[in-house]
């Protein structure tokens, strides 16, 4: 198809959108394409239509398509809106919103003969039109050569079977960076001023404003949503002037302009010749959720209050929200404060995954593969849920598994328990029966115990790493480091010293000390307290609950103070928390005897051999009292080196290669303490069946 210079000389393009001829604004060509660097700024006429474009470069061009120079139309396509955009040419819409060839010649058009071709696709669906102006061309000697079938990428509407087309109305649009280097620039840097976690995420950010090529598109031509308060003057010929627009004072914001009425008119001037029209659209989505942060810190409110309030709270300090809105709404909200405000609207943001279905699949609505919360949450219940979806990690995806629930049940119901069963000790009356609840007055000065004060250090470092991992918003791993020492307190430390903190005589008759018992009682109290506020963001309710039992009228955990290890590092007083590790690993060794004897754990042991480390020897003779109640030893307790240890089971172990195969598999798991020798009394008596 050939356009032609001033003196008839043609050039010519190749198109599969002849019907947009009457739309062309320019025709570009790659700037470094050779064949048309000579032509750059100059003017061409256009075939049929004799309208005057100019020839320009642009880098989206491609010299190896075609003629390697293309007509630009508003619009063909997407690569059209680009060219349009960045090159600042002329607006020439030519095709309605039924998909048909406006009515009206266009006033560019001024060539006689020009109008008459334009007006024979007026009204023309678009394949028709083509027909109309390939025949025309024809005629008129600019077509050279005749069109061949081609095929080319468009888009169809999802219950639609015609290609959709460009058209052009009036919308509202907010600055994002997309047609503003300076501005885009400017958000990049804002994204790297802000904290991602993880900050992997941060590409993510990155990416998008990178790849934005257009500004923000803020209205939504629907009934539901917040209306752009505005009006406009409507003219003498009935048509809106929309170059002066009629806006509100602030103090009447909100209105609705399609029930409000603008000041100076009244109602009966509404869509009437010299009366006013209100604006119809309503904004996006984002375009308001992009305020949370000024809206809930009550920007620019009246009164000192509101604004002392703004001036503490703003800018925030977190956003947690889903990985899949990076580019809308945590990039929009970025970009309105940094439009109104200049700085980041908070200093963290927290990015999670999907949750994935028990196949690993995106749940969803339209996949029917949606879980209602309220099911496991009556199952469950709230705090089992809660602990499954704060064990994800942040950008990770989370599968739904109520596996992970019933953990988190059967932890809550641990610790209710274990806090229950220490409160009550020495506190019971001679029925079991606990009257009054206990008050914290734990002084971290009466842990004087080994053991107790192992307990202690061991605290002090999970408070150190979880406030660390929190500090971080790593929230899954503090739990897991909260958690672990959890059960390792109930299922070691309590057993342990049990008996020493009722008070009673051990298995051999002995006594423990005043002392001794509030040392264990002290102990116990600390590492629950602290355990109720460090489970406290993980099971809110549980540990309420425990709360009320420790701290009657003093308020809710959740306002109570974080743990501090200081307080922890005070009770230890310098006692390594491997103590409790080496204990712990001693008394499993006294129960695995009699668990591979297969007799009730109440059978007493009339003595036993120990082969331990050197490391472990220290730490398990400090406790050993608690050691042998725990483990019903009766007898002597003695002990040999790991190694000799080893060797002994092996040379007595010849009927029984079981033995040394869990031997070996002890010593190969670095554990610190093996059986070498041992000899158990007579079980319990079963009592009778009633």
């Known amino acids: 198809m050939a356009f032609r210079f001033e003196d008839g000389t043609p050039i010519y393009i190749e198109t599969t959108r002849p019907e947009l001829l009457a739309a062309c604004g320019a025709l570009i060509a790659h700037p470094d394409d050779e064949r048309y660097k000579p032509y750059f700024g100059q003017y061409v006429y256009s075939p049929l239509f004799h309208v005057k474009v100019p020839i320009l470069a642009h880098k989206a061009a491609e010299m190896d398509k075609g003629a390697g120079i293309a007509m630009c139309c508003t619009f063909g396509d997407v690569t059209d809106v680009e060219w349009w955009r960045d090159l600042n040419l002329p607006l020439r819409s030519i095709i309605q919103r039924n998909g048909r060839i406006v009515m009206d010649t266009p006033d560019w058009i001024e060539d006689e003969e020009g109008k008459r071709i ?71 840097e804002r994204g790297r001023e802000l904290n991602f976690h993880p900050d992997f995420m941060r590409v993510r ?65 509404r869509d009437v010749p010299g009366g006013f029209t209100a604006e119809p659209d309503i904004m996006d989505t984002w375009a308001t959720s992009s305020l949370t942060p000024q809206i809930v810190t009550r920007w620019e409110e009246p009164g000192e209050e509101n604004q002392a309030i703004f001036n503490a709270t703003f800018p925030m300090d977190l956003r947690p929200q889903g990985q899949d809105i990076i580019r809308t709404w945590l990039f929009s909200t970025v970009d309105r404060a940094h439009l109104e405000n200049k700085c980041l609207p908070w200093a963290n943001a927290t990015l999670s995954g999907w949750i994935l279905d028990p196949d690993h699949k995106k749940m969803s609505k339209s996949k029917g593969n949606v879980v209602v919360p309220d099911k496991p949450i009556k199952q469950f219940g709230a705090d089992a849920v809660r602990y499954w979806a704060a064990a994800a990690r942040l950008g990770l995806d989370a599968t739904y598994d109520e596996g992970q629930m019933k953990i988190g049940r059967r932890l809550a119901i641990k610790l209710l328990n274990a806090t229950k069963f220490a409160l009550a000790i020495g506190r019971e009356d001679e029925n079991h029966h606990v009257g009054a609840p206990a008050t914290a007055s734990w002084n971290p000065a009466d842990v004087t115990e080994p053991l107790d004060r192992a307990a202690m250090a061991k605290m002090a470092l999970v408070v150190r790493e979880a406030t660390e991992s929190l500090n971080n918003y790593e929230h899954s791993k503090a739990l897991e480091v909260i958690e672990n020492y959890f059960w390792q307190f109930c299922d070691d430390y309590i057993e342990l010293v049990k008996n020493r903190a009722y008070g009673t005589a051990d298995s051999t008759g002995h006594v423990p000390s005043e002392k001794a018992v509030k040392s264990a009682r002290t102990a116990l109290g600390l590492g629950l307290d602290a355990f109720a506020r460090l489970l406290a963001p993980y099971l809110p309710y549980a540990t309420e609950e425990v709360w009320s039992w420790m701290h009657e009228g003093e308020g809710s955990v959740h306002h109570a103070a974080w743990p501090k290890a200081e307080t922890y590092d005070a009770a230890a007083a310098a006692v390594s928390p491997e103590l409790l590790t080496h204990a712990g690993e001693a008394l499993a060794a006294l129960r695995g005897i009699k668990s591979k004897a297969k007799v009730s754990m109440k059978t007493p042991i009339l003595s036993v051999q120990l082969g331990v480390s050197d490391e472990a020897r220290e730490s398990i003779e400090s406790a050993l009292g608690d050691i042998a109640e725990a483990g019903r030893v009766v007898g002597r307790i003695s002990f040999m080196g790991a190694a000799a240890a080893l060797k002994a089971v092996k040379e007595t172990a010849e009927a029984a290669k079981e033995a040394v195969k869990e031997a070996k598999a002890d010593a190969e798991a670095a554990i610190d303490v093996i059986v070498a020798d041992s000899e158990l009394g007579e079980p319990p008596a079963k009592k009778p069946k009633n």
């Open 118 to 188: 334009f007006q024979e696709t007026a009204g023309k669906t678009t394949f028709s039109a083509r027909k109309i102006i390939v025949d025309a061309l024809r005629e008129s000697g600019d077509l050279d050569g005749e069109p061949t079938p081609t095929k080319r990428m468009t888009n169809f509407y999802e219950k639609g079977d015609k290609p959709l087309e460009i058209v052009t109305s009036r919308q509202w649009y907010l600055k994002n960076g997309g047609t503003d280097q300076k501005l885009n620039a400017e958000l990049i």
């Open 205 to 269: 950010y990155e990416n998008w404003v990178n790849g934005l090529n257009g500004d923000w598109l803020i209205s939504r031509q629907r009934f539901f949503g917040v209306p752009f308060p505005l009006w406009y003057p409507v003219k003498e010929d009935g048509t809106a002037d929309y170059d002066h627009p009629i806006v509100p004072s602030e103090d009447r914001l909100p209105i609705d302009p399609t029930d409000d009425v603008p000041e100076g008119y009244s109602e009966d001037q």
